[in-house]
T-cell receptor, first 111, second 112 residues
Framework: SQQGEEDPQALSIQEGENATMNCSYK?????LQWYRQNSGRGLVHLIL?????REKHSGRLRVTLDTSKKSSSLLITASRAADTASYFCATDVDSGYALNFGKGTSLLVTP | DTGVSQNPRHKITKRGQNVTFRCDPI?????LYWYRQTLGQGPEFLTY????????KSRLLSDRFSAERPKGSFSTLEIQRTEQGDSAMYLC??????????FGPGTRLTVT
């Protein structure tokens, strides 16, 4: 079963705007990871945040983690058309074991 | 390129046939994972290996599915007596024990 739940399911914005996606999960985790998937292709790892971290940055990406609320958010700043993709959060429950993915947020960035 | 590779990229088969997919992980990684992804869903875990040992299998992995990782390098996933419900993208990933997982491009299986 899928533990993560992304919100919204779909998001449409214009280039230059920021995009925020949220993820909620159910059980305690070791870490939470965000992945991007372009249409019909494999997943690309974006960022990993450990359970003892609250915020992490990577380029135009900012991830927050609130373990008390069992939620995470991914912010993409100054979005580009190339950011159009599906974004998945995945929780690592058993430290390097299986990842539990959500259903993803489909992001469309229009020029 | 030292990423995860999967072959074939696409496979069309008739119901009842057997199919086998191959995954070549990043060479330094000792963990290898198989996932299945259907349209509109996130990947679902099937099984994983640490070196050559298969350590966990999901309930999704029926007895028609078998995975191997001889010598702890490449892995194969075989589906026997395929059913239309097996149509999906099969993804392979590899990692160090506590690191992020790197995914291959996947094998898209269509069962007609």
């Amino acid at each position: 079963s899928q533990q993560g739940e992304e919100d919204p399911q779909a998001l449409s914005i214009q280039e230059g705007e920021n995009a925020t996606m949220n993820c909620s999960y159910k059980t305690s985790i070791n870490n939470l990871q965000w992945y991007r998937q372009n249409s019909g292709r494999g997943l690309v790892h974006l960022i990993l945040i450990r359970s003892n971290e609250r915020e992490k940055h990577s380029g135009r990406l900012r991830v927050t983690l609130d373990t008390s609320k069992k939620s995470s958010s991914l912010l993409i700043t100054a979005s580009r058309a190339a950011d159009t993709a599906s974004y998945f959060c995945a929780t690592d429950v058993d430290s390097g074991y299986a990842l539990n993915f959500g259903k993803g947020t489909s992001l469309l960035v229009t020029p | 390129d030292t990423g995860v590779s999967q072959n074939p990229r696409h496979k069309i088969t008739k119901r009842g046939q057997n199919v086998t997919f191959r995954c070549d992980p990043i060479s330094e990684h000792n963990r290898l994972y198989w996932y299945r992804q259907t349209l509109g869903q996130g990947p679902e875990f099937l099984t994983y290996f640490q070196n050559e040992a298969q350590l966990e299998k999901s309930r999704l992995l029926s007895d028609r599915f078998s995975a191997e990782r001889p010598k702890g390098s490449f892995s194969t996933l075989e589906i026997q007596r395929t059913e239309q419900g097996d149509s999906a993208m099969y993804l392979c990933a590899s990692s160090f024990p506590t690191g992020e997982q790197y995914f291959g491009p996947g094998t898209r299986l269509t069962v007609t």
